[in-house]
């Protein structure tokens, strides 16, 4: 695929591998998400298939010049092709060719869009999906590893006495370091995996909020105009998906992420509505 050549990855080997691409990104941004189906009359399948790489190569090259163009962005924004192999599934999937792109701004925070195209009988189905993940959280890590030393020095004892203790002591063991024990099958950093499983909450932070709203806000539009110029050159852009494609990047340009102070969880919310979920 030109210059972008994907790189090959398997996930759901076992019980602590990542079970989907979307697994250990941090909060869900629902409100800079869309998905939508565009019904193709076509004779040939085959041209749906390249349809198919035209848009990742135009998404690619789009997203090259965009990096290229910021000197802020030169080594805070990057982005590959990923191609997933579901372990238990493979020989009988489909290609799940993903690309991933990843802001990491300049106060800790990751923002991350995951964008894939699939072709189901003369159906192009078209998803981008956003997620936010803070700093790590090292008062929760000293916290949580203070209980983990305790548990571990006092196990033997537990399970000696009793079985049901030594059960809640792998509950526990499960609900709090799951994701880190994940994150480190999936061979990321030890940083990072401590990072996704203590994440901070995203804190109402004016300059690091706009960094996040100016990459969401630019790359999703991005995404629907990549869509755009591939269906119009293949001669696939009819005034029904024109219109849906106008919808959706005018909702963007209106969304915004609310910061829950309290709990510290992100809430993504449309401001007047849901998701933008369209389907044709």
Not at 46 to 60: P, T, V
Request: glycine share 6%; proline share 2%.
């Amino acid at each position: 695929m030109n210059n972008f050549s994907p790189i090959e990855r398997f996930i759901n080997r076992g019980f602590f591998d990542r079970e989907d691409p979307q697994e250990l990104r941090g909060y869900y941004l629902g409100n800079f998400s869309i998905s939508l189906n565009q019904t193709v009359a076509l004779d040939d399948q085959h041209k749906l298939i390249n349809i198919r790489q035209d848009l990742y190569e135009e998404i690619c090259r789009r997203l090259n010049e965009f990096k290229n163009t910021d000197a802020y962005l030169a080594d805070k924004l990057y982005f590959k092709m990923v191609r997933y192999t579901d372990y238990k599934y493979q020989g009988s999937d489909r290609d799940r060719l993903y690309i991933e792109i990843v802001l990491d701004t300049l106060r800790g925070t990751k923002i991350s869009t995951i964008c894939r195209f699939f072709i189901h009988g003369n159906n192009l189905y078209i998803a981008a999906d956003s997620y936010a993940l803070g700093k790590l959280n090292i008062c929760g890590l000293i916290i949580q590893t203070i209980f983990l030393f305790i548990l571990l020095t006092s196990l033997p004892a537990l399970l000696a006495l009793f079985i049901i203790p030594g059960i809640i002591a792998g509950l526990y063991l499960y609900s709090t370091w799951i994701k880190f024990i994940r994150a480190l099958f999936q061979r990321e950093s030890f940083v990072y995996a401590l990072r996704i499983n203590f994440p901070r909450p995203l804190r109402s932070n004016f300059f690091d909020l706009d960094d996040c709203f100016m990459f969401l806000k630019s790359i999703l539009p991005m995404i629907i105009e990549s869509l755009r110029k591939v269906l119009e050159q293949h001669e696939l852009l009819d005034k029904t998906m024109e219109q849906y494609l106008n919808e959706i990047s005018k909702n963007i340009s209106g969304q915004t992420i609310n910061v829950n102070t309290g709990g510290g969880n992100i809430i993504g919310a449309i401001l007047g509505g849901g998701n933008n979920t369209v389907n044709n």
